[in-house]
């Protein structure tokens, strides 16, 4: 069942995307960053977890559990070291995606052509 809940919450995170982008006039890089900020939403007011709780690895793959990563982590830095735990906890949980997008997008630019 994991599976299958999986399944339907990124399709649905997927449709809302492709929904917004067929009838509006924002680009993929809005769309994104309105993701990130819900996920950010979701997870302040602790929505977020239940639905990683549901939905397992489903909820972890869209770009909402970005801005879910950032959020949790400022959060649980800030009572213990405190203003200074917002960014070190937003760069605890996520500096391994942010390098890992850093480096591949390096590598690739070095194989492929822009088209314009």
């Known amino acids: 069942m994991i ?18 982008l067929d009838n509006t006039k924002l680009t993929p890089g809005h769309i994104t960053s309105i993701f990130v900020v819900v996920g950010a939403f979701l ?6 977890d239940m639905f990683i709780k549901y939905c397992g690895g489903g909820a972890l793959l869209p ?10 982590g400022a959060l649980s830095k800030t009572p ?17 995606g942010i390098t ?3 480096v591949f997008s390096f590598v690739f630019s070095l194989f492929f052509k822009p088209k314009n």
């Open 3 to 20: 599976y299958i809940l999986s399944f339907l919450f990124c399709g649905t995170v997927c449709l809302i995307a492709q929904v917004i």
């Open 43 to 48: 997870d302040t007011f602790g929505i977020y």
């Open 63 to 72: 770009i909402t559990s970005f801005g879910h990563s950032l959020i949790h």
């Open 80 to 96: 213990s070291t405190g203003f200074i735990g917002l960014l070190m906890g937003m760069f605890d949980l996520t500096a391994s």
């Open 100 to 102: 890992a997008a850093i």
